[in-house]
């Protein structure tokens, strides 16, 4: 960063305040004199303000690119060049920031629309025109003549007379607090910002150009002195303010603020004055809205959005717009929301509910429940349903019984707009019963026995009785190889008042369907989803793997995991087994005999090469991973010896075999 010498931070700091006072303007500002001009936009915009001329037809707002900054700043640079020479200062200067360049420039426009503004064509006009209103200080520059502050004191009671105690002043050696008084008197008494610090007018390094620029508005008061105290009673439409938010939701109540402002940029304290405000929808419509003289020098302007989009706040002061007007409010989808139970199903006679939450318009005491309107209606017959509120702490809980099993449409409005997802079409069904707790359904286990429990508590609750009989389950495996196999019937019992529990034996593994209907209707989570693991049992040994000819093949049945929960299952008789040959499909006969208890031995013979199958099946279901393929080789029985080869009559012959 460039450094500079302390007068030059003087100028830098008064400058940046001579900025400023016209940006506010248009609501725009300046923090870093160097940096926050380098793109020239608000360059721009201070020319278009002190000339009250359009600077450049087409310039970049907000650029990034630097071939964007240099085409703004060369844009100023040439609209201040046809008004006064500039010499040495280029957009290049501007657009890198060059500090000492960039003072250079802006004294440029301020000689040019504030100094000379005022008739003076040179230092010498300003100065002689001091020492015309204060020959008692003896002013003779812009630099030491104002160090000890009393210069500033006596030209601001020389413009209004009597607004400095002057013996006070002059028997004062303290210039900081001589220059405070002054400055701060002639922003209170004569509309003359404080551009210039006081400190910085006391200075070592005071800063002439600054001086300069400060006293300028001395001398403009005292030319038009009539006029400027006429002006500070009434407002100026380009320096009152609109304010107020630039974004919220539907419904929610907005309030816009006007502050009436004189020329001098000071607020007024008195109504009266000739402003009116109106508001245009997203579409350009016009808005019921509300403008109210506060009689305080301020006017509110108040509506409330109900639709979604830009709206246009607009003041005007005589017919004249405001400077920030029109002032842009972007208005959301609103955050009132509903939920519950009732908005998503409903069981016949029994009551349901949802709610509607509004915690903004809640928080700030806007929620007017007689704007909520909520219907239930039943479409066959068509019929109003009779709903009952009550407060919530966000919003309100709504309540209503079905009276009819069909399709009901929900109508939520606040302010005659849907809200969130309305209409809502529920189905009201027979869904009074509760199953398995509503806790879904776990695991089962092929041959196992299976059961859940069975709820009427909400019919109990209006006194509906519901039998066994009422009740209807089926289940069906889900594997189209499966579904034709005949299934186990699902027994329901009565276990206590309103309470029932379904049995069932799955005979399958794999995803199951669990349909359930009451009084012939179906439940509307129905149909349910139950997996059945595969059963516990195990069949090995080598007459599942592979054998021979001859030679019997044994393989083991081991059940013994199922005999403590379902031993009537697991009996000899109960299983299915078949050997068949592949080649000719005939059937062999096989022998099962216990072991010990929940674990059976299976023999077979083959009697020809080749592939075998063995199944090996429970209650008609295969078990483990049956069917098997299993294949019989030739027997490898061979023998050998004496015995074999020669022999006599009654002569035992030996020979051996080997298996």
Known sequence: MEDLPKWALIQKRTFTAWVNSHLRERVLGVKDLFIDLSDGELLINLLEIISAREVARNYHKKPKMRA?????CSHAVKFVGRMIKIVGIGAEAIADGKGKLILGFVWCIILR????????????????????????????DFTDSWKNGKAI??????????TVDLKKVDSTDDPLANAILGEQTAERELDIPMILAPEDMVSPDIDELSVMTYISYFRDYDLDSQNRREKRRLPDPAKSLLTGPTSSEQFVPLSFLVTARNFASKDLDQGGHPFDGNVKSPQGAPVES????????????????????????????????LASSPLQCQISKSTISVDGPGLA???????THFFVHAPVLKQIGAFDKSQLICRVT?????????????????????????????????????????ISDSPYLISVTNDGLIVNDGNGFPKGTQFLPYSFPLSTDPFLSQNIAISPSDIQITVNPTSPEIQNLEQPKVVIKADGKGKFKAEWIPLDRGSHDVSIKLKDVPLSQSPFSIQVDQSPIRVEGAGVEQGEVIVPSVFIIDASKLIATSPSLVERDQFQVSVTQAEDKKVLEHKIRQKKEG???????????GDHQVIVALKGRSVAQSPYRVPIGECKVTASGPGLENAEQFIVAPYSALI
Do not use: M
Not at 381 to 401: F, M, N, Q
């Open 68 to 72: 964007q900054k240099l085409e703004n």
């Open 113 to 140: 629309w504030h100094i000379q503004k005022g008739g003076a064509t040179s230092k010498a006009d300003l100065l002689k025109w001091v020492q015309s209103k204060i020959p008692e200080s003896n002013v003779q």
């Open 153 to 162: 004191c006596h030209l601001t009671d020389a413009l209004e007379r009597g």
């Open 290 to 321: 509300k403008f109210v003289d506060n009689n305080n020098g301020t006017y509110s302007l108040s509506f409330i959005p109900l639709e979604i989009g830009k709206y246009s706040v607009n003041v005007s002061l005589s017919d004249k717009p």
């Open 345 to 351: 199903s409903a069981s016949l006679f029994v009551p």
């Open 378 to 418: 039943s479409l066959s017959p068509e019929k109003a349903l009779t709903l009952s509120t009550e407060d919530t702490e966000d919003g309100i809980a709504v309540k209503y019984t079905p009276e009819v099993v069909a399709r009901h449409r929900i109508q939520i409005d606040y302010r005659n707009n849907p």
């Open 599 to 609: 674990i059976y031995e299976v023999s077979y013979v083959g009697e020809k090469p």
